[in-house]
């Protein structure tokens, strides 16, 4: 068995067996007390892109599961005019330049020294060190102002318990669910606030002031990355590192930018960080050959989706299908997609440019949403040091 399935395994022994199976269904199937399930990319894009019969604000809907944690404005739980003109107000925030230099500018100093020890012969987790550097970059995106590592990374796992009380069958979270969201998420939320107030445009909170952003809209939004910005970035470097290594395809990617830029998008269609979707059906219509109710809950199975394509091959183009399907399409696709990259690939750089590398111990996650490494721990290869 691959570590892939390993790690998947881990998170899901039950569920993701199902899911897999259900990919041999069909492109759509319905699956009572889950909804309709799509396998298909092509189906999959054409249900995100119909953001009027297929929206995230209805039952079912992600909509259901975020509003009374974080505000009925945050564009993940909104549809119509409201979500198109809050989106049109945000369509500046993280430009790719602008997030370059952001995390250019958070992780310069942490990549430094991890260059360092990683030519000292020192053996780094990948883990350990992607939950500081997202810890580190949600922080400065919120305005938290702090530079300690035991933050940082205080801050990704109060967020990660969060995701993890979702699961596949969740509709709702429970009264003491929302509760314990809340503890962490209004703190964070006063955080922002400040930040909104003092207004400088040099933070993502004063930038929002300036696009013209309420201040409920800004501490809604600003719960919404830390949900979302965090565990995506935070899981795929560990098992992009990985790929790379199990397909002896590291030197390559140290080599040339071009082919690890391929790597990465390659690495998140079979990770499929997003692995469902959620749609609640507003009028009746057909996804392929399903009927499908008002009312009815859509998952789509993002990762299966993905998977139909094969196994890691950062050689092989990938079909318009997909075109960086796990980040959404249509009027929802991810507004933090350039920060997402960004730091995706200057960790990537940082770690493949230190030298060939090799995997010493890694062991997949237990009791996680997203399925990622516990430990993936690295160094230097004998001859390189």
Not at 2 to 23: S, T
Not at 51 to 66: I, M, N
Not at 257 to 275: G, Q
């Amino acid at each position: 068995m691959d570590w892939e399935a390993r790690v998947y395994l881990a998170a899901h022994p039950v569920a993701y067996p199902l899911l897999r199976g259900l990919a041999r269904r069909g492109p759509v199937v319905r699956v009572p007390g889950v909804g309709v399930v799509v396998n298909d990319a092509g189906c999959a894009r054409s249900v995100l892109m119909d953001g009027e019969t297929f929206r995230k604000d209805g039952p079912g809907s992600p909509g259901d599961l975020w509003t009374p944690v974080l505000g009925p404005s945050v564009l993940l739980n909104m549809e119509g005019g409201a979500h198109r003109a809050l989106r049109r107000r945000l369509t500046d925030l993280f430009t790719p330049g602008y997030a370059e230099t952001l995390v250019d500018d958070v992780l310069d100093a942490p990549l430094r020294d991890v260059s360092e020890r990683l030519a000292r012969g020192e053996t780094v987790d990948v883990v350990a060190l992607m939950h500081v550097m997202a810890g580190a970059v949600i922080s400065r995106v919120i305005g938290l102002e702090t530079a300690s590592e035991k933050d940082f990374r205080s801050l990704f796992e109060a967020g990660e318990r969060i995701v993890s009380m979702i699961s596949l069958r969740t509709r709702r979270l429970s009264p003491s669910q929302i509760a314990r969201a809340r503890a962490v998420l209004d703190p964070l939320g006063d955080i922002a606030a400040k930040a909104y107030a003092e207004g400088s445009s040099s933070t993502v909170m004063g930038r929002m002031r300036a696009l013209g952003l309420s201040e409920a809209e800004a501490r809604g939004a600003a719960g919404a990355f830390f949900l979302t910005g965090t565990e995506t970035v935070a899981t795929l470097v560990p098992r992009l590192i990985a790929l790379l290594h199990d397909t002896g395809t590291l030197d390559e990617a140290a080599a040339s930018p071009a082919f690890l830029d391929r790597a990465i998008d390659e690495a998140m269609r079979v990770t499929t960080p997003t692995p469902v979707m959620l749609r609640s059906v507003h009028a009746e219509t057909r996804i392929a050959d399903v009927p499908v109710r008002p009312g009815d809950r859509v998952l789509i199975a993002t990762h299966n989706c993905c998977r139909a394509y094969g196994p890691f091959d950062p050689s092989r183009p990938q079909p318009s299908d997909l075109r960086r399907l796990w980040f959404g399409a249509g009027p929802h696709f991810c507004l933090g997609y350039p920060l997402a990259m960004a730091e995706i690939r200057t960790i990537a750089r940082t770690l493949l440019a230190s030298g060939p590398l090799t995997i010493t111990d890694r062991r997949a996650a237990r009791g996680v949403l997203i399925p990622a490494y516990r430990r993936l721990n690295v160094r230097l290869e004998e001859n390189a040091r």
